[in-house]
């Protein structure tokens, strides 16, 4: 496998597993993928952690259309993160931080977790931004919705996200404004 297929970081997994623990049939399919929740791997294929999020998603929130169950999933996934040791480092700076010192750092925190997404911020404007993001295997853009606006409410703003999806599930601009 090549290292650039090993772009999920094994700590989302950690997050996800801290939203709730796997069992039953939920632990069942996840082993299958390849992810045994007690010996978490440094790296995971893409791929697998995404259909692990199409897992959860499915688990958590089975009766939500799927992009308001991403969303929700994504916000989650934030919560589960900052009980990271990381992400507890994370969460601790985010109330010092303005909104578009957040977007600027947004293409770092996301490579903290998945190493073959490109982002890109852009100012459009004194109160608002672009985010334009190239994901490869297509994670749904509601889940990265919920990981802002878990980011933006821990600030106590309020922000405004529009999706447009540039090329399929795999590029997509989000316009945010506060």
């Known amino acids: 496998m090549s290292a650039e297929a090993l772009g999920a970081d094994g700590s989302l ?21 390849g992810v045994e929740p007690a010996r978490l791997a440094p790296r995971y294929p893409s791929t697998t952690w995404v259909r692990t999020l199409e897992l959860y998603r499915a688990h958590l929130f089975p009766s939500l259309p799927e992009p308001e169950g991403n969303r929700r999933l994504g916000a ?6 900052g009980q990271t ?13 303005s909104p578009q010192r ?4 947004w293409p770092r925190l996301v490579r903290m ?3 073959d997404v490109s982002l890109h911020v852009t100012d459009t ?6 985010l334009h993001s190239i994901d490869p ?7 990265n919705l ?9 600030m106590k703003v309020r922000a405004n996200f529009v999706l447009e999806p540039i090329s399929g599930a795999t590029e997509v601009v989000v316009h945010v404004t506060w």
């Open 113 to 115: 977790g998945r190493t």
């Open 13 to 33: 997994f950690e997050a996800l597993f801290r939203v709730e623990a796997p069992s039953g049939a939920l632990l069942t399919a996840i082993t299958g993928l």
């Open 76 to 81: 989650a996934l934030a919560r589960g993160f």
């Open 102 to 105: 957040l977007l600027r750092s």
């Open 125 to 130: 404007g004194p109160r608002s931004a672009d």
């Open 85 to 97: 040791l990381s992400g507890a480092l994370v969460l601790a700076t985010l109330p010092l931080f």
């Open 146 to 154: 919920g990981l802002l606006d878990f980011a933006f409410e821990h």
């Open 137 to 143: 295997v297509g994670v749904p853009a509601e889940i």
